[in-house]
């Protein structure tokens, strides 16, 4: 079973460009989530997506931050203008719908470098 | 709001050596999860913890769940080196996750 993949796995950008991350869960997994981990810091949840409706988004930093998850499958993370302080890995993670461990699935991020 | 306090931040450790990596949390929370990232990789999960009084064994790591205390260890026996990475404890908080900083782990020949 093909895991969370993410890409890119790099990107570097100048401040006030745009940057889209992509996200592809596990297939059937209905969860969605979005986390960034900026350098030195604790990895902190950004947005919850089940199916395409966003569950909450009480961790995005500011309205430079655009998710969709179109069709319910695949989410992108748009940041425009991209600032210096959104520099850090955004991580990806998904998890099916029903109860359980609610065990959460990581991708292995995007390294986003703003100059 | 729920907050996950992890230490140490960093560990070198010898090898055939124990040690124990400490995640304390604010409130009350369901799940307790600890999670090992190798650099560049994704964090694979380690254990899920339950209940108060949970202990689960995978190898040389042995993870337990003190919910009273709010408090989950990380017991690592007779290191190797193949332990080195970085391990995060994060705990449930409705659906999402709140992680600690993270232990960077060394261990040392």
């Known amino acids: 079973e093909a895991g969370v993949t993410q890409f890119p796995s790099h990107s570097v950008i100048e401040k006030g460009q745009t940057v889209t991350l992509r996200c592809d869960p596990i297939?059937?997994?209905?969860?969605l989530y979005w986390y960034r981990r900026v350098m030195g810091k604790e990895i902190k949840f950004l947005l919850h997506?089940?199916?395409?409706?966003?569950?909450?988004e009480s961790g995005m930093p500011n309205n430079r931050f655009l998710a969709e998850r179109t069709g319910g499958t695949y989410s992108t993370l748009k940041v425009q203008p991209a600032e210096l302080e959104d520099s850090g890995v955004y991580f990806c993670a998904s998890s099916p719908l029903a109860g359980g461990l609610n065990e959460q699935y990581f991708g292995p991020g995007t390294r986003l470098t703003v100059t | 709001e729920l907050k996950v306090e992890q230490n140490p931040l960093f560990l070198s450790m010898q090898e055939g050596k124990n040690y124990t990596i400490y995640c304390n949390y604010s409130?009350?929370?369901?799940?307790l999860y600890w999670y090992r990232q190798d650099p560049g990789k994704s964090l694979e999960s380690l254990f899920v913890?339950?209940?108060?009084?949970a202990v689960k064994q995978e190898g040389r790591l042995m993870a337990s769940l003190d919910t009273k205390a709010r408090l989950s260890t990380l017991h690592i026996t007779a290191a190797v080196h193949d332990l080195s990475a970085t391990y995060f404890c994060?705990?449930?908080?409705?659906?999402?996750?709140?992680f600690g900083a993270g232990t960077i782990l060394r261990v040392k020949s």
């Open positions: 994060a705990a449930l908080y409705g659906n999402k996750l709140v």
């Open positions: 297939s059937g997994h209905d969860n």
């Open positions: 913890l339950l209940s108060n009084g």
């Open positions: 997506f089940v199916k395409e409706s966003k569950q909450d």
């Open positions: 409130t009350t929370s369901d799940r």
